[in-house]
């Protein structure tokens, strides 16, 4: 596998720094996350996600849709089962795949009365509460023969916002309004990421009594997010400021692509 690399143009919608950090010299050029190659049965399991639902003001029940992507990169149908377990709550169904078809598969409360959890602990943001999280396994067969799977770690809660008398926005947290302090969040200049340093910044951020960090048009690795989640820590994802990013009344049709 050969990979050619280009250094940005003024006008690519690459990694910039405008005033955040010297602009490093070679651009942020090459690949700078991990690569990973990796085999799968006959339909492959991507992008899982759990939206969750909780019912206000009692916290008593919480609603959760679960949800990912099923690739059949094969040229025949195939039919898959796609089961998912949250400790003791089991649900599958079955699903008929196309030739070389992508689908995205739902399992919703309506439908599965099970994903309505009582009692639910709730995730809350550094310091208001725990950050209780709950495992989803989800497992996609063929034939009875496992072909792939995943494991997730979730929270429960319940986002929502709302403009005040006066303006401004109020952010909620299962219905208790947070008070959203946060700072902006830059990693390494060279995108050079390590585990290590990302706990020890976290740790920094909490003890600051900070609750949210914002990206600037850098978007950290899964591994991060799911730090920040662990710790009670929110993320305001944005687009990078004061650069092409921001002038999209210049963009071209590739820009938009």
Same mark, same amino acid.
Not at 178 to 190: N, S
Not at 197 to 204: A, D, G, N, S, T
């Given at each position: 596998?050969?990979?050619? &690399?280009?250094? #940005?143009?003024?006008?690519?919608?690459?990694?910039?720094?405008? /005033?955040?950090?010297?602009?490093?010299?070679?651009?942020?050029?090459?690949?700078?996350?991990?690569?990973?190659?990796?085999?799968?049965?006959?339909?492959?399991?991507?992008?899982?996600?759990?939206?969750?639902?909780?019912?206000?003001?009692?916290?008593? %029940?919480?609603? *959760?849709?679960?949800?990912?992507?099923? =690739?059949?990169?094969?040229?025949? #149908?195939? %039919?898959?089962? $796609?089961?998912?377990?949250?400790? +003791? &709550?089991?649900?599958?169904?079955?699903?008929?795949?196309?030739?070389?078809?992508?689908?995205?598969?739902? $399992?919703?409360?309506? =439908?599965?009365?099970?994903?309505?959890?009582?009692?639910?602990? *709730?995730?809350?943001?550094?310091?208001?509460? #725990?950050? !209780?999280?709950?495992? *989803?396994?989800?497992?996609?067969?063929?034939?009875?023969?496992?072909? /792939?799977?995943? *494991?997730?770690? $979730?929270?429960?809660?319940?986002?929502?916002?709302?403009?005040?008398?006066?303006?401004?926005?109020?952010?909620?947290?299962?219905?208790?309004? &947070?008070?959203?302090?946060?700072?902006?969040?830059?990693?390494?200049?060279?995108?050079? #990421?390590?585990?290590?340093?990302?706990?020890?910044? &976290?740790?920094?951020?909490?003890?600051?009594?900070?609750?949210?960090?914002? $990206?600037? +048009?850098?978007?950290?690795? !899964?591994?991060?997010?799911?730090?920040?989640?662990?710790?009670?820590?929110?993320?305001?994802?944005?687009?990078?400021?004061?650069?092409?990013?921001?002038?999209?009344?210049?963009?071209?049709?590739?820009?938009?692509?």
């Amino acid at each position: 596998l050969a990979v050619e &690399i280009f250094p #940005p143009r003024v006008n690519d919608l690459a990694i910039t720094w405008v /005033d955040w950090n010297p602009s490093a010299p070679d651009k942020e050029m090459g690949l700078w996350r991990d690569v990973c190659v990796t085999t799968t049965g006959p339909v492959a399991l991507h992008d899982p996600q759990v939206l969750t639902r909780v019912d206000l003001p009692s916290l008593d %029940k919480a609603r *959760l849709t679960v949800s990912a992507d099923l =690739q059949n990169p094969g040229l025949h #149908p195939v %039919k898959a089962t $796609f089961k998912g377990k949250i400790e +003791g &709550i089991e649900f599958q169904q079955t699903v008929d795949l196309g030739a070389q078809e992508t689908r995205r598969v739902t $399992f919703t409360p309506d =439908q599965f009365p099970q994903l309505i959890i009582k009692q639910p602990r *709730l995730w809350w943001p550094a310091p208001v509460g #725990p950050q !209780n999280r709950y495992d *989803l396994n989800l497992q996609v067969n063929v034939n009875r023969t496992p072909s /792939d799977q995943e *494991l997730i770690r $979730f929270g429960i809660r319940e986002m929502s916002s709302e403009l005040t008398g006066k303006g401004y926005r109020m952010f909620r947290v299962n219905g208790r309004p &947070i008070l959203i302090r946060g700072g902006g969040w830059a990693p390494d200049l060279f995108l050079r #990421p390590s585990a290590e340093r990302e706990i020890q910044e &976290i740790r920094y951020v909490k003890d600051m009594h900070l609750n949210t960090i914002r $990206f600037e +048009g850098k978007t950290e690795s !899964n591994r991060f997010l799911d730090l920040c989640d662990q710790e009670g820590i929110m993320v305001i994802a944005g687009w990078c400021c004061c650069d092409y990013w921001e002038h999209c009344e210049r963009w071209s049709d590739n820009d938009y692509s």
